[in-house]
């Protein structure tokens, strides 16, 4: 094979190996329609009962992604043991690639994952906040931090994931935003800073 043929059999191996423990994630998120029980993307969205739905939803997607991961590697692997295929090579690499995205956290105290159960829990327990911070607390998560709607207190101080709902800059840009991220927030929580 040529070196060309070669590079070309790396580099689809590597999006293939990238693309496919991501497909549950853009399958639900980008062309299901989740829109029902959350205000449209970018509003905030209410800290309630269907938040929470949410969260543990999108978790599970994320869960369904680990499955997936395990074709592309065990696949790459048995081609390798045969023959080493630059496809193959690609493949494995990419698999890799999301295994060590997922696996290395960006703060090791906020959980594992990119919706890790002790921030649904966290969210969860917002529902009624305790001190209330007004007459009146209305918990809302904003793209940065949560914040009660009335009184503009910072509840909680993380940002907000993707959380499925269509992206308000079009679906293609949502597509590569979570090829890139996998759902997790531009913005780092200020708490880590
Ligand atoms: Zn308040």
């Known amino acids: 094979m040529s070196i060309e043929g070669q590079i070309a059999g790396i580099v689809f191996g590597l999006i ?11 399958f639900f998120t980008r062309f299901l329609n989740l829109e029902r029980g959350l205000s ?15 969260m543990l939803l999108i978790r599970r997607i994320h869960m369904m992604g680990w499955v997936l991961a395990a074709f592309p590697l065990l696949l790459s692997i048995a081609i390798m043991r045969t023959s080493p295929e630059p496809f193959a090579l690609g493949m494995f690499a990419g698999v890799i690639w999301f295994i060590l995205s997922r696996l290395i956290p960006v703060n090791i105290q906020s959980g594992v994952g990119i919706m890790p159960m002790k921030l649904v829990r966290q969210v969860n327990n917002l529902r009624q906040p305790d001190p209330p911070c007004c007459n009146r607390p209305r918990p809302q998560w904003e793209v940065r931090k949560v914040r009660c709607r009335y009184c503009r207190t910072v509840i909680l101080n993380k940002p907000r994931p993707d959380m499925g709902r269509i992206r308000s800059d079009g679906r293609l840009l949502g597509l590569f935003r979570i090829l890139l991220m996998d759902g997790r927030s531009l ?7």
């Open 187 to 193: 913005y780092r929580s200020e708490e880590e800073e």
């Open 40 to 54: 449209p993307h970018p509003d905030p969205i209410p800290v309630d009962v269907p938040l929470v739905q949410r």
């Open 16 to 26: 293939f190996g990238m693309i496919i423990p991501r497909l549950p994630l853009l």
